[in-house]
């Protein structure tokens, strides 16, 4: 069951401007002063709040006493990196998606963040256009998940099948948990690009019909 401190709910609204609250989780205060920057050159454009914690201690209690649409936490960090945060945060029932970020990112270090429930993996730097896209992709493939049964696990296999082939992968990720398609149907189409050079996920509109065909849903 989800933490009652971090239950749904909508963003909160600034002179009017409906924004997004994230946590950011970075001993380097400086790249947080530089992303608050940012944020506040944007005006009313800006979709996005941001509090700060230097630490991953800090950001468990932050957790405890605000509610945050997402969590945007460095990888390398001292004492409690963003890999453990991330199971922390789970063993403590938080319900909130976590964006890891890094300098460096590696292939075994994004498939770990992925295997332990991370929702998104970005490298800097990154501009706020570019993470106020991945913060809202973020909540909106974890509301997917909940009506959906696919695991932490078969979402970081999924993601190393399609990351060979195609770049948004996370998009693509959201609309198989959103239609529900099994992972076993991903592995025949994966299978199909790598013999022919073409499958379903070369046109994302075909995931729609295929839900249908599925569900027997013809509308």
């Given at each position: 069951?989800?933490?009652?401190?971090?239950?749904?709910?909508?963003?909160?609204?600034?002179?009017?401007?409906?924004?997004?609250?994230?946590?950011?989780?970075?001993?380097?205060?400086?790249?947080?002063?530089?992303?608050?920057?940012?944020?506040?050159?944007?005006?009313?454009?800006?979709?996005?709040?941001?509090?700060?914690?230097?630490?991953g201690f800090t950001a468990i209690h932050m957790a405890k006493k605000?509610?945050?649409?997402?969590?945007?936490?460095?990888?390398?960090m001292?004492?409690?990196?963003?890999?453990k945060l991330v199971g922390e945060f789970a063993k403590k029932h938080f319900d909130v998606p976590f964006i890891l970020m890094s300098g460096v990112l590696e292939e075994k270090t994004?498939?770990?963040?992925?295997?332990?429930?991370?929702?998104n993996v970005l490298k800097k730097p990154f501009n706020v256009n570019e993470l106020q896209e991945?913060?809202?992709?973020?909540?909106?493939?974890?509301?997917?998940?909940?009506?959906?049964?696919?695991?932490e696990q078969e979402r970081a296999h999924i993601y190393n099948m399609l990351k060979l082939y195609y770049y948004d992968v996370e998009k693509i990720i959201l609309l198989i948990q959103h239609f529900q398609i099994p992972v076993s149907f991903v592995q025949e189409?994966?299978?199909?690009?790598?013999q022919i050079g073409k499958c379903i996920f070369d046109d994302l509109q075909n995931l729609k019909y295929?839900?249908?065909t599925e569900h027997g849903n013809t509308k």
């Open positions: 069951m989800a933490s009652a401190a971090l239950k749904e709910r909508p963003p909160v609204s600034h002179e009017g401007v409906l924004r997004r609250k994230v946590l950011l989780v970075d001993d380097n205060y400086d790249f947080y002063m530089m992303i608050k920057s940012s944020i506040e050159s944007m005006g009313d454009e800006a979709k996005i709040e941001v509090d700060y914690a230097p630490d605000n509610v945050y649409d997402a969590i945007l936490c460095d990888i390398q001292p004492h409690l990196d963003g890999i994004t498939s770990e963040a992925f295997q332990v429930g991370a929702y991945k913060i809202e992709l973020a909540i909106e493939l974890q509301r997917s998940e909940k009506i959906s049964d696919i695991t189409e994966i299978k199909k690009k790598a295929y839900s249908r």
